[in-house]
């Protein structure tokens, strides 16, 4: 899929990275879709991919046995979706589940992840980039858990 | 109006209108009870609020600043005052001195895209500036309203914030922190969104109001975005007695809230915000 | 105050026994006289009938947490400081009903409350207390809104001021440049000269025509050169004994860049949060309001009362107090009176009086306060890198 190369090095999240690295990510790249209510992965799973969210949203989920699903955040188009491929042991931590409509561009983990071993230098620029990605979850995270409107009394 | 002879005077205004707005939230409608001039105020100001022999607390103006034959405040009833005031309920007579303040650069914004970051109740003083934008819609440029709540049930202004994502020329994106089942919108804090949302950094004027974390957190993502700090203005809180400079409760460094604020340009203030216990 | 003139500088002399005569005077045209007299064990301000209020033959004994009232060998008028008074419990009374109101068919309304307000003579203002009042007067007149109740108390006041003829253990007025000499916004300025031959005088500076229309009807006679000469010596002799110092220079500066120092955590340990500071400072001017009702609930009256940064209420917001530590309120206090005071209101906080000093329960100085804040800046550059040692002392 030649016409995925300049989208990918034209997004913010692989902004400056080296061309024959955008070369690289293109043959591990493809184009998928989901529809509304469609899981594009579950709590468990083996982490084999990550997206670009390039359309739609989805939910990342953990499922709870007495208050079913509670949503922890929505993601959106441009946002990136999964970091678990990265990180051993390669498995997903919550559900993620398209709410509506959702286009995105999926990547290869599995191939990236033995390219990252071969070429340190891909796997430093891939762990700088998804660092970002997980340091910023776990920053709203916290926000969250501050109940920052709450009554306080 | 404030009397300038004497400030510390109020002025009686009677509840016409109680609109619960959340479980804990309720919007007041206030005209004077004796004819006045009308009310003028400044998006972003505030006034002191009286219920006989209670006491007064401070609360933002959340009306059309274009109407002045009543205003309009969102209160949440925490405190004994406001508290009070939900008990006076519609008919009562409470006791207005106002409008105090600084307000939101909205001269300053036109020519600009504005993007609005609004926390829990904080929407209430932002909305007059929502008003005067619509009413003059073609001199701004794209506007963004990025609204966090704790969970659906605290949204405020609900059917307000439907009707204007139905207009075509502004941007509303509404998350919360903590979703109940049924609920389709965004989930998270109201940072999150700052990244997405459609403006052109190094030509936008932020307005940000909600607690001093959730501002923290939301200059510094507007600020990774290209917005300049002296292009971010936020509304301060503190304790207020007179709402005019004399009883010193609400320094703020350098400053008093009630006059100096409570809106203040975020360069201003940015050696100071975010000190413990300043 | 009356005008001020330039023409009416020339000094006279106004012998010791001719001095009731003036405050006759002040009666005559309904001045309510407030000055220095004995009470509560110390000097404080109070009304004065006669000439014999006045703590004749005594003096004051100052320093950290010490105030002690001693005799004099001789029987000078003004032979002493200040106390733990200042004149803005005149101008700005400690309560004060600011409305009150009734109920009725329209929920309520606010009575007419016009309180006659006598006009004041103050006797004996010191140079601190002069720029003490002028801060206040910059507070509550000079912004957007004029301070009413202030207003109203402060524009008819008369002032006779005294030149401090000797310094107290905790005075720093020199160093602040407020003093020891009276030199603007008096009507009528004193130097109290007694000579051993037992002479007792007064030279007298004119500041206002209403000052020199007063002392018109005062016996007295036109100053020597040595007498003015002598009032001139007093004044240097007193200045070169004050009992603190206080370096100002960059002072503001100083304190923005040390929010986070030291020497903070160190005053906080002994700083008991009592207010005591706040409430003798003649420039503090922070108040709350109560609000009140009678037991049949048709009346409710709001009332102000002097408050202090100390107490854990006074940054109360909705969830808890801003300022919570001991160590957040002292800064506060502080940093307010030497340094945002000068963004606020263009001038310093402090005028040196002592009274925070002396009346502090636990001795803790203004003066050492910033001057151990800015020797650290000195002996560590970069500024606060402070050796950790200083906290753990009494751990």
Redesign the interface.
């Known amino acids: 899929m030649r016409t995925l190369e300049p989208f990918l090095a034209e997004h913010p999240f692989l902004k400056d990275l080296a061309p024959e690295y955008i070369k690289l990510l293109t043959g591990c790249a493809s184009n998928v879709r989901f529809d509304a209510g469609q899981f594009i992965f579950r709590e468990g799973d083996e982490a084999n991919n990550f997206y670009i969210i390039r359309h739609g949203?989805v939910?990342i989920q953990l499922f709870a046995v007495e208050r079913?699903?509670?949503?922890?955040?929505?993601i959106?188009?441009?946002?990136i979706l999964g970091w678990s491929w990265l990180i051993s042991p390669y498995i997903c931590r919550f559900d993620a589940q398209a709410?509506e409509l959702t286009r995105a561009i999926a990547l290869d983990g599995k191939c990236l992840r033995n390219k990252c071993e071969l070429n340190h230098d891909l796997g430093y620029e891939l762990l700088k980039r998804f660092s970002h990605i997980i340091v910023?979850r776990l920053?709203?995270t916290r926000?969250?858990l501050?109940?920052?409107?709450?009554?306080?009394? | 109006m404030v009397d300038t002879a004497n400030p510390f005077i109020p002025t009686q205004y009677r509840i016409q209108k109680v609109l619960g707005e959340t479980y804990d939230t309720f919007t007041v409608e206030l005209v004077p009870l004796q004819d006045n001039d009308g009310f003028s105020f400044l998006p972003g100001q505030f006034n002191m609020l009286y219920v006989f022999g209670v006491g007064e607390a401070p609360i933002s103006l959340c009306s059309d600043p274009a109407i002045e034959t009543s205003i309009k405040h969102t209160i949440r009833a925490v405190g004994t005052v406001t508290s009070a005031i939900q008990r006076l309920g519609r008919g009562g007579v409470v006791g207005v001195r106002g409008p105090f303040g600084t307000h939101w650069p909205l001269d300053d914004a036109k020519g600009n895209d504005v993007v609005i970051v609004a926390g829990g109740i904080g929407l209430a003083p932002l909305r007059p500036a929502l008003y005067q934008i619509f009413a003059h819609r073609e001199k701004y440029g794209r506007i963004a309203l990025l609204f966090g709540a704790r969970t659906p049930h605290d949204i405020l202004y609900k059917h307000e914030l439907e009707r204007w994502r139905g207009r075509f020329d502004v941007e509303i994106k509404v998350t919360v922190d903590s979703a109940i089942n049924g609920w389709r919108g965004n989930v998270g804090v109201v940072t999150t969104l700052i990244p997405g949302a459609q403006f052109d950094p190094l030509n936008t004027i932020a307005m940000i109001c909600g607690p001093e974390v959730m501002m923290r957190f939301t200059i510094k993502e507007l600020q990774n975005r290209g917005v300049k700090t002296e292009n971010i203005y936020i509304s301060m809180e503190r304790n207020m007695k007179c709402g005019v400079g004399f009883c010193g409760h609400c320094q703020f460094g350098p400053t008093f809230v009630c006059k100096d604020g409570p809106i203040f340009r975020f360069d201003r203030i940015n050696t100071i915000f975010g000190k413990r216990e300043i | 105050m009356g005008k001020n003139n330039k023409n009416t500088t020339e000094k006279v002399i106004l012998k010791h026994d001719h001095f009731q005569t003036l405050i006759d005077l002040l009666k005559e045209r309904e001045y309510r006289i407030v000055g220095p007299t004995l009470g509560e064990g110390a000097i404080v301000y109070d009304d004065l009938n006669t000439v014999d209020d006045l703590p004749i033959g005594w003096t004051d004994d100052q320093d950290g947490g010490v105030y002690r009232l001693k005799k004099r060998n001789d029987r000078a008028f003004f032979g002493y400081t200040v106390g733990p008074h200042s004149w803005k419990k005149f101008l700005f009374p400690s309560q004060l009903r600011l409305w009150k109101a009734r109920r009725d068919e329209n929920g309520f309304h606010i009575e007419n409350d016009k309180n006659e307000i006598r006009k004041f003579a103050f006797i004996g203002v010191r140079s601190c207390d002069l720029h003490a009042i002028s801060v206040q007067d910059t507070v509550f007149m000079h912004g957007i809104y004029s301070e009413p109740n202030y207003k109203a108390r402060r524009e008819h006041t008369f002032i006779l001021a005294v030149n401090c003829g000797m310094a107290g253990g905790t005075c720093f007025c020199a160093s602040m440049s407020t003093g020891p000499e009276a030199t603007s916004g008096f009507d009528l300025a004193l130097t109290e000269i007694l000579q051993e031959k037992g002479e007792h005088y007064f030279v007298v500076e004119t500041g206002t025509e209403l000052g020199a229309e007063i002392l018109l009807n005062v016996p007295h006679r036109e100053a020597k050169k040595e007498e003015i000469h002598a009032a001139e010596t007093i004044i240097k002799n007193t200045s070169q004994s004050m009992g603190r110092t206080m370096e100002t220079k960059d002072i503001k500066d100083l304190l923005y860049r040390n929010y986070e120092h030291p020497r903070w955590d160190d005053v906080a340990k002994r700083c008991l949060t009592c207010a005591n500071c706040t409430m003798v400072c003649p420039t503090c001017f922070c108040t709350t309001v109560e609000d009140v009702t009678d037991l049949t609930g048709e009346h409710a009256e709001r009332w102000r009362k002097w408050d202090s940064c100390f107490t854990m209420d006074f940054s109360f917001i909705h969830g808890g107090s801003i300022r919570a530590s001991a160590k957040s309120r002292y800064r506060q206090w502080m940093t307010h009176k030497l340094a945002t005071w000068i963004d606020q209101f263009g001038t310093s906080g402090c005028v040196g009086c002592g009274r925070c000093i002396t009346w502090c329960p636990v001795a803790i100085d203004i003066t050492e306060e910033t001057r151990e804040i800015r020797k650290s800046e000195q002996t560590h550059s970069p500024n606060n890198s402070i050796k950790e040692g200083n906290n753990n002392e009494n751990a």
Do not use: F
Not at chain 1, 68 to 74: E, F, K, L, N, P
Not at chain 1, 76 to 79: I, R, S, V, Y
């Open positions: 949203k939910t079913g699903a509670i949503t922890i955040q929505t959106e188009a441009g946002d709410v910023q920053e709203a926000l969250q501050m109940d920052l409107y709450g009554a306080h009394k």
